[in-house]
T-cell receptor, first 111, second 113 residues
Framework: KQEVTQIPAALSVPEGENLVLNCSFTDSAIYNLQWFRQDPGKGLTSLLLIQSSQREQTSGRLNASLDKSSGRSTLYIAASQPGDSATYLC??????????FGAGTRLTVKP | DGGITQSPKYLFRKEGQNVTLSCEQN?????MYWYRQDPGQGLRLIYYSQIVNDFQKGDIAEGYSVSREKKESFPLTVTSAQKNPTAFYLC????????????FGPGTRLTVL
């Protein structure tokens, strides 16, 4: 069974700091990997989607990478802001219906 | 605006009652999903549907039922057989071709009284 792990479970940084969130997966036969943001009591907002044939995707201050050989993905957030405080989830898709969710990293950016 | 809507936002159920959570999407997506989220855990798949009038059990389908009579709608019924239904329920949809990007609704928080 494919597993997705996110480390750390929680992270607190001062405003303006660059940071990296980590996601690891046990099966390299991943179809795509998607990063989501979840605010308390809310649904998931898609941030970036990386296909298995891609190495990275960028959107604004966010950059996500995918290394299938090592079973890792990272989400890089540049110049963090208090509004970035949320839980960040990575999701590995292994076929059309087998998607595995990490438990998330809870990020707090302090003003 | 295209998207996924879920209702109600909050739902309270007495023990022994069945309740139905609504999920509607206007994204023209073929596949729809129901997930359950508990504190400190990743999302777990309850049911999914790839096409109208067809659906499959996920990892934790016991005590739940679904229907898919229309492409836009995928309601979830939490039955009295579900022993621990208090959770946050999320509905999602995705295309069946292309990038398979998944989109989520805002969620329904169910509490058993």
């Amino acid at each position: 069974k494919q597993e997705v792990t996110q480390i750390p479970a929680a992270l607190s940084v001062p405003e303006g700091e660059n940071l990296v969130l980590n996601c690891s997966f046990t099966d390299s036969a991943i179809y795509n990997l998607q990063w989501f943001r979840q605010d308390p009591g809310k649904g998931l907002t898609s941030l970036l989607l990386i296909q298995s044939s891609q190495r990275e995707q960028t959107s604004g201050r966010l950059n996500a990478s995918l290394d299938k050989s090592s079973g890792r993905s990272t989400l890089y957030i540049a110049a963090s802001q208090p509004g970035d405080s949320a839980t960040y989830l990575c999701v590995g898709a292994y076929n059309n219906n087998d998607m595995r969710f990490g438990a998330g990293t809870r990020l707090t950016v302090k003003p | 605006d295209g998207g996924i809507t879920q209702s109600p936002k909050y739902l309270f159920r007495k023990e022994g009652q069945n309740v139905t959570l609504s999920c509607e999407q206007n994204l023209n997506h073929d596949a729809m999903y129901w997930y359950r989220q508990d504190p400190g855990q990743g999302l777990r798949l309850i049911y999914y549907s790839q096409i109208v009038n067809d659906f499959q059990k996920g990892d934790i389908a016991e005590g739940y039922s679904v229907s898919r009579e229309k492409k836009e709608s995928f309601p979830l019924t939490v039955t009295s057989a579900q022993k621990n239904p208090t959770a946050f329920y999320l509905c999602a949809s995705r295309t069946w071709t292309g990038e398979y990007e998944q989109f989520f609704g805002p969620g329904t928080r169910l509490t058993v009284l």
